[in-house]
């Protein structure tokens, strides 16, 4: 079993950054591809980025290219990095890991967090 525990979510205003990380514990993630979700109020949870298991290879959403970047310093670790926040980027925001399939689809990943709140004022 792999449980994964975001932190790093909060309230920012509109051009601010925040970085959120993703901690996994139990089995080892070396070998896992890792992802970021999001879901905001009344919409479909959606793709925002993703890291292979060695870190060499990003995938982002076009809403997050050249603003947000994914990374990972160790086998259980992963962050996001968000820049130039804007309010529509106000939504939970979910780490997920181990995908079979196609990665942008949120039924692919086997494991998830609870996720942390991203709230950006504009």
């Known amino acids: 079993q792999v449980h994964l525990v975001e932190s790093g979510g909060g309230l920012v205003q509109a051009g601010d950054s925040l970085r959120l990380a993703c901690e996994a514990s139990g089995r080892t993630m070396e070998n896992f591809p890792m992802g970021w979700f999001r879901q905001a109020p009344g919409k479909e949870r959606e793709f925002v980025a993703a890291?292979?298991?060695?870190?060499?290879?990003t995938y982002y959403a076009d809403f997050a290219k050249g603003r947000f970047t994914m990374s990972r310093d160790s086998e259980s670790t992963v962050f996001l990095q968000m820049n130039s926040l804007k309010s529509e980027d106000t939504a939970v925001y979910y780490c997920a890991a181990d995908p079979e399939g196609d990665y942008r689809m949120p039924m692919s990943w086997k494991y998830w967090g609870q996720g942390t709140q991203v709230t950006v004022s504009s």
């Open positions: 890291i292979t298991w060695s870190g060499t290879s």
